[in-house]
């Protein structure tokens, strides 16, 4: 006897805090990988972001830079003539060079300044895509523990999703039917309350591990389920596909 589960389950939540704006979908809807499942509230994360745009887009601070720079070497050209005519003192051309250094300094402020505001609006753009939550995988909207207009905290579950295609299978075999069950093998399950309901399940998955008091180990089978009728916590009957002929020990 085995029961069926989900080949995937996620209780989704957000990254971070605040409140629930639209909650798009609902119980037993199918969602796919991407589909958003949830929005929060995002207006102060949006002002960020424009704030930001501004300031990586503009140019404005390193041009004043450059001008001042390229001032700062014109004067400094000056001033070397002067002092090759004997004009200018040594303390002048100190300050003028000192004024130079000043002024490239400046320009590397400024090109870090816009670099460190490009780094800036990536995350705040990160921050804010954080506010539109999404699906992890295609799959089946199961229950949601938040509505819209809700308050929630980070990494609280709001939905949750399962993927049912494939289904899973799992069962307990007894250790003396261990060589009618092997890997990749084909399996005939059926549900318990309606054997009639039959389909081809393979093994993708036997444990190493055996439970001491049954004598026995998990087994796991996948099976199609596209249409998902075959619901998740059903008990199922599992046997051997009538074409698979169990093998024989070595020595016997």
Not at 133 to 142: A, E, K
Not at 218 to 243: C, Q
Request: proline share 5%; aromatic share 4%; charged share 30%.
């Amino acid at each position: 006897m085995g029961i069926t589960v989900p080949c995937k389950m996620a209780l989704v939540s957000p990254e971070q805090a605040g409140k629930i704006v639209e909650l798009a979908v609902r119980d037993g809807e199918r969602v796919t990988k991407d589909s958003v499942l949830f929005r929060l509230n995002s207006v102060l994360e949006e002002l960020e972001v424009k704030r930001l745009g501004a300031l990586a887009n503009s140019d404005l601070l390193e041009r004043r830079a450059k001008m001042t720079l390229e001032f700062a070497e014109q004067q400094a050209t000056r001033m070397t003539e002067l002092r090759d005519q004997d004009i200018s003192s040594e303390r002048d051309m100190q300050k003028q060079a000192h004024e130079l250094a000043i002024a490239k300094v400046m320009l590397e402020q400024a090109q870090l300044e816009r670099r460190q505001a490009t780094n800036q609006l990536a995350q705040a753009k990160e921050r804010l895509s954080q506010r539109t939550v999404l699906s992890p995988f295609d799959g089946i909207v199961t229950s949601h523990f938040r509505g819209t207009g809700e308050a929630v905290e980070k990494f609280v579950p709001v939905v949750e999703v399962m993927s049912l295609d494939p289904l899973w299978i799992e069962f307990e075999c007894p250790i003396q039917r261990q060589q009618e069950f092997k890997l990749d093998a084909q399996v005939r399950v059926s549900l318990a309350r309606r054997p009639q309901d039959s389909r081809l399940a393979t093994i993708e998955f036997i444990s190493s591990k055996a439970t001491a008091s049954s004598h026995s180990f998990t087994i796991r089978a996948t099976v199609r389920n596209p249409e998902l009728d075959w619901m998740t916590g059903l008990k199922m009957t599992v046997e051997p596909a009538p074409d698979t002929t169990p093998s024989t020990p070595s020595g016997k």
